[in-house]
């Protein structure tokens, strides 16, 4: 991955390398596969939604540019954590970090969350329907190295239509909130509403039309298109938006997902 993150993923026949345990969680099972698209994963760091970027007097023309190419753009959507590491951990094994959190709501260390991302299963489970994806690493140490990528590149032809999602994985940081001893507490519901809402927007060719609606969330992203890819039969969670207590304490969680669907975008 880079900033922003990228995983482009494609099928090849090859013998992948020695792979890391996948997680524990519980294994994605695939039904029957009749095609298998090139998946393009984009997040982009802090990119907001459209009001929230409009509302700082910008110029937002993504969406339009996106619904005009044939993308579906989840405009109610929100992210699912209010930090990058927490996001990407979420959404690449398709769950809430409730397991990882437990336990350890005065832990000082990242590392348990870290690791979590490096064993993600949307990984383990598209290697087992043959897929490689290409790592092309960032500055940022947990994203610097990934021990599931793969290095073939270019060594496909003839798939179907690619499979491409563009995604936020947190809003900006509001001013007042910046600091890692700011305590997410005592953020209100404006500065909550700027800091989670997202660019989320699916391009699933063939996918039905009910597949995605404007709430969807990144934990729910690779539910759907393995639902309609792979033949699974993932639930779709409940989109929810958690914040933590502060950097120094990060698993302390809670739900705020009332407070930001009911807020009003900053600076209206």
């Known amino acids: 991955m880079v900033v922003p993150p990228v995983v482009i993923i494609g099928v090849v026949n090859v013998r992948p390398r020695q792979q890391p345990t996948p997680p524990s969680s519980a294994r994605i099972v695939a039904g029957p596969v009749t095609t298998k698209p090139d998946i393009y994963y ?7 939604d459209e009001q929230t970027v409009r509302a700082h007097g910008l110029e937002h023309d993504i969406d339009q540019f996106l619904t005009s190419n044939g993308f579906y753009v989840a405009r109610d959507s929100r992210s699912n954590y209010i930090k990058t590491v927490f996001s990407l951990s979420s959404s690449l094994n398709a769950e809430y970090l409730d397991k990882i959190a437990r336990g350890r709501e005065h832990a000082t260390t990242w590392a348990p969350v870290n690791h979590h991302l490096l064993r993600y299963r949307v990984g383990a489970f598209l290697r087992s329907q043959g897929y490689w994806d290409t790592h092309l690493g960032s500055w940022y140490y947990p994203r610097r190295d990934n021990p599931q990528a793969t290095t073939n590149v270019n060594c496909y032809v003839g798939v179907p239509p690619p499979v491409i ?3 936020g994985d947190e809003g900006p940081y509001p001013p007042e909130t910046l600091g890692d001893a700011f305590d997410w507490r005592t953020a209100d519901a404006v500065q909550l509403r700027e800091r989670s809402g997202i660019l989320n927007a699916y391009h699933l060719p063939g996918a039905a039309a009910t597949t995605l609606y404007p709430s969807i969330s990144p934990v729910n992203s690779f539910r759907v298109v393995f639902n309609n890819y792979f033949g699974t039969n993932l639930p779709l969670l409940p989109d929810r ?19 930001v669907a009911a807020a009003k975008p900053c600076c209206e």
């Open 241 to 259: 938006t958690i914040r933590r207590q502060s950097d120094f304490q990060p698993f302390a969680f809670d739900d705020i997902s009332d407070v």
């Open 42 to 48: 984009l997040v982009f760091d802090r990119y907001a």
């Open 165 to 167: 999602i563009v995604q």
